[in-house]
């Protein structure tokens, strides 16, 4: 099932949040990594849905993923290494 885009993008910031708290961060410290305001971070992990491509990217990469991931949340492919320890 294809989801919509409300919720494509509620899972892309509970994706986020959960990566983000992962790597012990605050929304002010990612907010620092990544050079934008904290209501920006904020937003994202709420869902609303963001247009800027470069901004997602640079998120990822401080919490040390990639879009693939962050937009499918699949623990077996994606990840950075050394970035989690899924085991089934």
């Not at 962050?70 to 089934?88: C, E, L, N, Q, R």
């Amino acid at each position: 099932m294809i989801p919509n885009q409300d919720e494509f993008w509620k899972k892309v910031g509970t994706n986020v949040r959960e990566m983000r708290e992962l790597k012990g961060f605050s929304q002010k410290d990612l907010a620092r990594k990544v050079r934008y305001q904290v209501s920006r971070i904020i937003q994202l992990e709420n869902g609303k849905q963001i247009r800027n491509i470069i901004f997602l990217n640079q998120v990822c990469n401080a919490i040390d993923t990639n879009l693939d991931y962050i937009t499918t949340h699949d623990p077996f492919i994606y990840m950075k290494k050394g970035v989690g320890d899924y085991s089934i």
